[in-house]
């Protein structure tokens, strides 16, 4: 292997995505070879160079990649002090630290991605890269037309505008398709307009689709899969 900005070895070993291990750098928790590294130009080679993060052997796994239906009631968590089920504990026979891709808050549901490739999970949720989600949501009662009208021009809701890229109505329900990736940014946008959400669930990320997967089960994705999802963060 050949020598690499340290940031994006920590990104790419799973420790954390390239913003949180510059900050890591110049707070000088990281070491290469028993040196403190504090520039953020520093550079190392991950299979000859031995680097800590806090006195822990950073080492170069193996990328993988999953995607799980996240039940309602479980939390997008390593752990969680209230003691409430998280995603972690669903993910049994799996022996690589993974992380879930971005959040889905507890009481929603669907489709969540897991991986340690840092680096990729970081583009799919930065919004330069305007990765899509789209989400199935069931309301109290049906939105009228020029609700979702005012929807798909954009709401303003606790100071931030929100605006998805697309809204279409279903039998049980409506669609929306979004690609910011703002705090509980549907269920918001809804309110927003005078309508309760009582059931979202994710089906989309990028070019991966749930599918017929069932609660709580997961499955590894496919190369293919993880080519496209790659792909989709290449622009």
């Excluded at 009208?149 to 606790?158: A, P, Y």
């Amino acid at each position: 292997m050949s020598r690499e900005r340290l940031q994006k070895i920590l990104a790419h070993a799973g420790v954390a995505s390239r913003r949180q291990a510059e900050a890591l750098i110049s707070s000088g928790r990281v070491k290469v070879n028993g040196e403190v590294a504090r520039q953020l130009g520093a550079t190392a080679d991950p299979a000859e160079d031995r680097i800590e993060v806090d006195g822990r052997l950073v080492s170069a796994e193996a990328f993988e990649y999953y995607a799980l239906n996240k039940p309602a009631g479980v939390v997008t968590t390593l752990r969680d002090p209230q003691r409430r089920p998280t995603v972690m504990s669903l993910l049994r026979g799996i022996n690589a630290r993974i992380y879930p891709v971005g959040r889905l808050d507890a009481d929603s549901e669907g489709l969540l991605l897991l991986t340690n490739d840092g680096e990729l999970a970081h583009r799919l949720t930065h919004p330069r890269f305007g990765v899509e989600k789209e989400y199935v949501v069931e309301l109290s009662e049906p939105a009228r037309a020029e609700e979702l009208d005012r929807i798909r021009r954009g709401v303003k809701s606790r100071g931030e505008w929100l605006k998805p890229r697309q809204v279409w109505r279903e039998d049980n329900g409506v669609r929306v398709v979004m690609a910011e990736g703002k705090k509980r940014e549907v269920r918001r946008m809804f309110e927003a307009v005078g309508r309760q959400v009582v059931r979202l669930s994710r089906r989309r990320f990028g070019p991966i689709e749930l599918g017929r997967l069932p609660p709580g089960h997961f499955r590894r994705l496919t190369q293919d899969e993880i080519e496209r999802l790659k792909a989709a963060t290449s622009a």
